[in-house]
């Protein structure tokens, strides 16, 4: 028996910054963020939403496609570099607004971008020991991604939550995690020491630690599969990257073709790296270049992005994902897609949202930008007036220190 996932909730807020009005503001061509990172939006969370609500909005979403009795969950797990306690677990927040019941795990893990994977492989494993009839858990990765005002990384800004449901009767994927190969190592890339409201970053050592653990975990990777280096890409249909930018992914593409096929031409290299870039990657890229980077569920939402592209093109496929968080930790696994996947896709709700969008002028992004995150008060029939078909729940403040959602 393999676990898996059976669904896949998405959350993106409803406003957007265009790179096309920040590189105006920022003084810089258009086409250093369109086509130097491949971005054209950026998503913007206003200050009545914070890591907590869009986990809940994500997750509200699978609870309520799939019929699911709350009390049925029983493991929680939030993985967020966007944490709002030091000891509170984002995912005590989540379990009240969702009512979910007192016999399940509830936790908070984190490791950079890289922490939902751990959180969705720990899941996995723990449902594969289960022997409860119809063992069901939730994997949460939610974050705001938000760097220094001007600084390199502002354009690669971005927010938003995903949610995946993890049982032992997949009909989504189903993931064997004996296989997943592993990299991890200490390095200084990108971090944010406490009491820090935005990371500090070394940008391009990041995307050198970033290939060095491509490398590492696509070598774990072959090994446990028992493939040669050039076998790789035979044996996926598909792999998604994590995409902290879109051309993020062009790097990483590139350079594991270079790895794979070390002794061939540079010219023969460039064809596999075209040919297989349109084929197996470019179906992933529609929501890193709409939203930005999400942090934890960067890698997930290339998925979602993929499986809306590809449809029931994708049943039966083995999609490869690279999981990369700062730090550095990654992994590359294998899932094996189910087939008759069709209702669970065209349920996932990214297109919509991103058609539903209202997009702010530079100033209001500005605004938003320094109030977030600040000390807010909205009252409760204020905050109706916010909530819609995804947004479910809002944050309204504080009161004697506690957060307060309706
Ligand atoms: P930058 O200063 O914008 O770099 O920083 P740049 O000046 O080299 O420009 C970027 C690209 O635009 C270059 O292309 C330029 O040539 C091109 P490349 O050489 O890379 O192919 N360019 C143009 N193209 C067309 N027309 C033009 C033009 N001008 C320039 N006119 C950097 C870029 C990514 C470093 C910065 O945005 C940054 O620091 N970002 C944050 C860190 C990051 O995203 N790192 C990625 C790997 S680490 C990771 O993924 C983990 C992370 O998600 C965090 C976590 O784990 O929690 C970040």
Not at 19 to 31: C, I, Q, S, T, Y
Not at 149 to 173: I, K, S
Not at 221 to 228: A, V
Request: aromatic share 10%.
């Amino acid at each position: 028996m393999l676990a898996g996932v059976s669904d896949i909730g998405i959350y993106i807020p409803k406003y957007y910054l265009s790179h096309e009005d920040l590189a105006k503001a920022r003084g810089v061509p258009k086409e250093k963020y369109h086509i130097g990172l491949g971005n054209h939006n950026m998503a913007i969370i206003p200050n009545w939403e914070d890591s907590v609500t869009m986990a809940a909005n994500a997750a509200q979403q699978i609870l309520e496609r799939n019929n699911i009795d709350p009390n049925e969950i029983r493991q929680l797990v939030v993985s967020t570099e966007s944490g709002v306690d030091h000891s509170k677990p984002v995912a005590s927040f989540v379990q009240g607004l969702l009512n979910i019941g007192t016999r399940c795990r509830v936790y908070e893990i984190k490791h950079a971008c890289y922490g939902g994977t751990a959180g969705l492989v720990d899941s996995i494993e723990w449902i594969s020991r289960h022997t409860n009839s119809e063992p069901k858990g939730i994997v949460i990765m939610t974050d705001i991604a938000k760097y220094g005002f001007g600084t390199a990384g502002e354009p690669t800004q971005g927010a938003g939550a995903l949610a995946l449901l993890v049982d032992d009767n997949p009909r989504l994927f189903s993931l064997d995690t004996m296989l997943n190969g592993i990299f991890s190592k200490n390095v200084y890339d990108f971090w944010r020491p406490t009491g820090h409201r935005v990371p500090i970053v070394d940008g391009k050592y990041s995307i050198d630690c970033y290939l060095m653990a491509l490398e590492g975990a696509i070598s774990h990777f072959r090994e446990n599969l028992g493939l040669r280096e050039g076998e790789l890409l035979e044996n996926l249909d598909y792999i998604v990257y994590h995409m902290p930018f879109t051309k993020m992914a062009h790097k990483a593409h590139r350079h594991l073709v270079e790895i794979e096929y070390r002794d061939s031409s540079p010219e023969s290299r460039e064809k596999i790296f075209e040919e297989s870039f349109a084929r197996m990657v470019a179906p992933s890229l529609t929501g890193v270049q709409e939203v930005g980077n999400i942090y934890t569920g960067s890698v997930y939402m290339g998925l979602v992005s993929l499986l809306e592209a590809e449809g029931e093109r994708a049943e039966g496929k083995r999609i490869g994902l690279f999981s990369y968080g700062s730090g550095c930790g990654a992994e590359f696994f294998l899932c094996q897609m189910m087939q008759g996947i069709g209702r669970v896709v065209d349920s996932m709700g990214l297109r919509e949202q991103l058609e539903n969008r209202k997009k702010l002028t530079f100033e209001q992004y500005v605004q938003f930008y320094s109030k977030s995150g600040e000390e807010v008060l909205y009252y409760p029939e204020e905050a109706k007036g916010f909530k819609n078909k995804f947004t479910r729940f809002v944050f309204t403040g504080f009161q004697e220190h506690r957060r307060q959602y309706a």
